[in-house]
């Protein structure tokens, strides 16, 4: 079946340092791709999204591109603040199938020290 | 804006208790979906409504596990019997559209402990 493996963490980071968060898929056809986060004490909300090869999201400073041929779609980040530290989670979607369910990875948790 | 809630927010059950976990998703939002995560793991796929259709199931870990959304907005997702495997948060989200992958968004969650 469809799945997500990403980097295991703690990722820990000085402020301005870049950011590289390593996320691989393996689905059966073309899925939509996600990153969502979890800021302490806060509910997932959706970072960025890609829903076809070559895409790039971004938002907030991060952005993540849909790499079928290596199947990635690592999240990076040019010069990460200490507001970034929280839980990045990749996600997919196979729009082939009806529900739109999401498929998450472990998490991988950010911690960025002033 | 009102976003997604969740009540109870924390549920401290004992074993073979049963429990109604509550979600109210964002006003029209057609299609709701619960997820489990487990401490230090991602959110795991239960079950998904389109209205009050019940269309896939298939997440929910045993028949102890009973969802429903009767009018097609709040739902509820109950568990009988709790089991200390049972211990996790408890996620809902709701998105707008059917029919294509649409952003979906999620409540902060109800964390059920099991003793």
């Known amino acids: 079946g469809d799945s997500v493996t990403q980097m295991e963490g703690p990722v820990t980071l000085s402020e301005e340092a870049f950011l590289t968060i390593n996320c691989t898929y393996t689905?059966?056809?073309?899925?939509?791709l996600f990153w969502y986060v979890q800021y302490p004490g806060e509910g997932l909300q959706l970072l960025l999204k890609?829903?076809?090869?070559?895409d790039k999201g971004s938002n907030k400073g991060f952005e993540a591109t849909y790499r079928k041929e290596t199947t990635s779609f690592h999240l990076e980040k040019g010069s990460v603040q200490v507001s970034d530290s929280a839980v990045y989670f990749c996600a997919l979607s196979d729009p082939r199938i009806n529900t739109d369910k999401l498929i998450f990875g472990t998490g991988t948790r950010l911690q960025v020290f002033p | 804006g009102a976003g997604v809630s969740q009540s109870p927010r924390y549920k401290v059950a004992k074993r073979g208790q049963d429990v109604a976990l509550r979600c109210d998703p964002i006003?029209?939002?057609?299609?709701l979906f619960w997820y489990q995560q487990a401490l230090g793991q991602g959110p795991e796929f239960l079950t998904y409504?389109?209205?009050?259709?019940?269309?896939?199931k298939s997440g929910l870990p045993s028949d102890r596990f009973f969802a429903e959304r009767p009018e097609g907005s709040v739902s509820t997702l109950k568990i009988q019997r709790t089991q200390q495997e049972d211990s996790a948060v408890y996620l809902c989200a709701s998105s707008r559209d059917l029919g294509r992958v649409d952003t979906q968004y999620f409540g902060p969650g109800t964390r059920l402990t099991v003793l």
């Open positions: 689905a059966t056809g073309y899925p939509s």
């Open positions: 006003s029209g939002h057609v299609s």
């Open positions: 890609a829903t076809k090869a070559d």
């Open positions: 409504f389109q209205n009050e259709a019940q269309l896939d």
